[in-house]
């Protein structure tokens, strides 16, 4: 079975503060996203990595910045938390040749700015 | 930008009854189709996927993919009230997955 775990399931940080949301998968997947998902604006996707040490913005990568320094874990970086990035973070992974690269989901971190 | 469409629902049908959810969008040159469900406060799982046109059936589920007409429906047989969730569906695009924002089905006892 494919794993992805995410560090918090629940967090809540200052206006201003750095943020870090972890996210490891234990598959080998070559692929890891990270979403956010909002009422009424279903999932977006922030950024995604292909590889180790690569990243792509996704659609709505202001505000944040990546880091895959290992090809198990992808982390997502708030620099400055605001109070428009509470938010549901959802991490998943996926391997290109497997399937037709369905994607793995975490179990989502529920960050509240306050 | 690349638009998945589906109606937000919520589609209420009775238990035992044929519940269908359907989805569009909007690149023609698309190949892959993802069914995900959705528990109130819990990540998306993954159902199904489809590439080819026709039905591709597993279980009480059947996906179905018309590439001419640019849509892709999900079937449930037999629905039961634990089906009662938000089905997303999701279009490969390139490496990462364009998502609708989701169906929500209430099955009824």
């Known amino acids: 079975d494919v794993k992805v775990t995410q560090s918090s399931r629940y967090l809540v940080k200052r206006t201003g503060e750095k943020v870090f949301l972890e996210c490891v998968q234990d598959?080998?997947?070559?692929?890891m996203f990270w979403y956010r998902q909002d009422p009424g604006l279903g999932l977006r996707l922030i950024y995604f990595?292909?590889?180790?040490?690569?990243?792509e913005k996704g659609d709505i990568p202001e505000g944040y910045s990546v880091s895959r320094e290992k090809k198990e874990r992808f982390s997502l970086i708030l620099e400055s938390a605001s109070t428009n990035q509470t938010s549901m973070y959802l991490c998943?992974?996926?391997?290109?040749?497997?399937?037709?690269?369905?994607?793995?989901f975490g179990p989502g971190t529920r960050l509240t700015v306050t | 930008q690349k638009e998945v469409e589906q109606n937000s629902g919520p589609l209420s049908v009775p238990e035992g009854a044929i519940a269908s959810l359907n989805c569009t969008y909007s690149?023609?040159?698309?190949?892959?189709f993802f069914w995900y469900r959705q528990y109130s406060g819990k990540s998306p799982e993954l159902i199904m996927f489809?590439?080819?046109?026709g039905d591709k059936e597993d279980g009480r589920f059947t996906a179905q993919l018309n590439k001419a007409s640019q849509y892709v429906s999900l079937l449930i047989r037999d629905s039961q009230p634990s089906d009662s969730a938000t089905y997303l569906c999701?279009?490969?695009?390139?490496?990462?997955?364009?998502f609708g924002k989701g169906t929500s089905l209430l099955v009824t006892p």
């Open positions: 998943a992974s996926s391997q290109i040749g497997q399937g037709e690269n369905e994607q793995y």
């Open positions: 598959m080998d997947h070559e692929n």
């Open positions: 990595s292909y590889d180790v040490k690569m990243k």
């Open positions: 690149d023609r040159g698309s190949q892959s």
């Open positions: 489809i590439y080819s046109n």
């Open positions: 999701a279009v490969r695009s390139g490496y990462a997955l364009n």
